[in-house]
């Protein structure tokens, strides 16, 4: 005989599921755009930041920084561990900073930060949600 879950299971599971999604499509982009970095700092791409060497010294700064980051992070997320989305928010800020406090040196990164605010606002809404239910089930 099987004990079928109670609806708040089911909708708590929904819930975790959902959020191992989001980490795990998530921690895919990170490693790419952690490897974009690394091609950069190597010098596979051609063009004026081809190689850390030629770069100005404001990415001579922040790429090394990111290239480092943007891998933690996806391992992080693609365990889906605390410190994953910590190591993202502070990717997120980060290139805020860059992006939009010195667009004339980076240049403009509004799909990057566009990226960070969707996934990061979603990554929150589900968490919130399954505090939610964890707190329901308890009966607070």
Do not use: N
Not at 107 to 124: E, K, Q, V, W, Y
């Amino acid at each position: 005989m099987t004990i079928g879950l109670a609806p708040q299971d089911k909708v708590g599971s929904l819930t975790r599921s959902l959020i191992t999604w989001l980490c795990r499509v998530s921690a895919i982009a990170m490693f790419v755009a952690g490897v974009g970095y690394w091609i950069r700092l190597v010098g596979i791409e051609a063009g004026p930041l081809a190689r850390f060497d030629l770069m100005p010294i404001w990415w001579k700064l922040t790429a090394p920084t990111l290239a480092v980051l943007y891998p933690v992070a996806g391992i992080g997320l693609w365990m889906t561990v605390g410190w994953g989305s910590v190591v993202w928010i502070l990717i997120a800020m980060l290139e805020a900073v860059m992006y939009l406090g010195f667009p004339e040196l980076f240049g403009s990164g509004l799909l990057r930060l566009a990226f960070h605010a969707s996934g990061l606002s979603l990554l929150g809404i589900l968490r919130f949600l399954a505090w939610r239910e964890r707190r329901l089930a308890r009966g607070y």
